[in-house]
C-alpha cells in the first residue's frame, strides 16, 4: 500500500494482523468473531482483529462499532459515491468504513456491515478494503469470507434476497489507536 509506510506502528501492526487473517481461507460465518471457528462475519473480523490489537472496548456488532467510533467524534460522513470526491480526502490506512442497508435490520442505527480501509495499492492505485463478507470483488473478481477487497462506496453484488439497497455511509479512525 502506498500509504502505508506513513502509518503509526500500531496502525500498520494493526494492518499486518489483518492481512495475516486473509491467509488462513476463513469463509464468512454470520455471528462468528473467532478464527478457530473456519469463518468470521464482518463485524467479527473487526472485533476480533482490534481487540488482539489490545484495545478491549470494541463493540461486537457493526452498529455498535459505527456508535463507538461516532462518540469517539472520529466520523466523516459520506454522501458522494465518487471515490475520487473531497469527502474521501482525509481517508486513511486503519480506519473502519461503514455501510447500511446490506441487509434489513431493526438496529438503530441501521449500520449492516464494516472494513478496515487499507489504502491505495502500489501498483494500481486503486483503494482496497480488508474484512469478511458474503460476496464484494478484489480486481473485479467476486470473492467470499475473509480477504482484501475493492473499496467501493457502491456495492456491485446483486441486490440481496431481502431487497435491501447496500449504501456506504462513511468512516472514522479507530478509538484509542
Not at 465518487?82 to 442497508?101: M, N, T, V, Y
Request: glycine residues 10%.
Amino acid at each position: 500500500m502506498e500509504e502505508f509506510a506513513q502509518q503509526p506502528p500500531q496502525v500498520q501492526a494493526l494492518i499486518e494482523a489483518a492481512l495475516a487473517l486473509t491467509r488462513q481461507n476463513l469463509t464468512y460465518t454470520y455471528s462468528s468473531a473467532d478464527p478457530a471457528n473456519g469463518g468470521m462475519d464482518c463485524s467479527g473480523f473487526i472485533y476480533y482483529v482490534l481487540n488482539q490489537a489490545g484495545l478491549k472496548d470494541v463493540p461486537r456488532d457493526a452498529s455498535g462499532q459505527y456508535s463507538w467510533v461516532r462518540k469517539a467524534e472520529n466520523f466523516h460522513a459520506v454522501i458522494s459515491r465518487r471515490l475520487d470526491g473531497f469527502e474521501l480526502d482525509e481517508l486513511k490506512p486503519g480506519d473502519l468504513l461503514f455501510w447500511s442497508g446490506t441487509y434489513n435490520t431493526d438496529r438503530d442505527p441501521p449500520v449492516t456491515h464494516t472494513m478496515l480501509y487499507l489504502g491505495r495499492e502500489k501498483e494500481t492505485g486503486n483503494r482496497v478494503m480488508v474484512g469478511s463478507t458474503d460476496g464484494r470483488t478484489y480486481h473485479g473478481i467476486e470473492r467470499w469470507g475473509v480477504s482484501v477487497f475493492d473499496f467501493k462506496p457502491v456495492s456491485s453484488a446483486s441486490p440481496s434476497p431481502s431487497n435491501a439497497t447496500p449504501r456506504f455511509i462513511g468512516y472514522g479512525s479507530i478509538p484509542g489507536l
